[in-house]
């Protein structure tokens, strides 16, 4: 079994950065794809950056402010310029094959809030 460990998070003025961190702890026998998602209430879970081994997928509305790193099982999204819309919970997520199975995992959620 993975779990997903997030850190990271706060409040924040607009303008300011942030950095969210998350790191995959278990039976790791290959990360497929991890990615950060994001959610505010009454709405869809939405992507915002997303790296597999082809390559990073961002949303339009993080391009040229977020950036996503990755060290092994250990996951970054380094956020700048931060908006007021960008206040949302953030979710790590990991596409892994573990010893025998393939499954996603899911981080217990961080609060960022952007706000002066």
């Known amino acids: 079994q993975v779990q997903m460990v997030q850190f990271g998070g706060g409040l924040v003025q607009p303008g300011e950065s942030l950095t969210l961190s998350c790191v995959a702890i278990?039976?790791?026998?290959?990360?497929?794809?991890m990615g950060w998602y994001r959610q505010v209430p009454g709405k869809e879970r939405e992507l915002v950056a997303r790296?597999?081994?082809?390559g990073t997928v961002y949303a339009d509305s993080v391009k040229g402010r977020f950036t996503l790193s990755r060290d092994n099982a250990a996951l970054y999204l380094q956020m700048n310029s931060l908006k007021p819309e960008d206040t949302a919970m953030y979710y790590c997520?990991?596409?892994?094959?573990?010893?025998?199975?393939?499954?996603?995992?899911w981080g217990q959620g961080t609060q960022v809030t952007v706000s002066s």
């Open positions: 997520n990991a596409d892994i094959t573990g010893a025998t199975t393939r499954d996603v995992f």
């Open positions: 278990g039976t790791i026998g290959r990360i497929n794809a």
């Open positions: 790296g597999t081994s082809g």
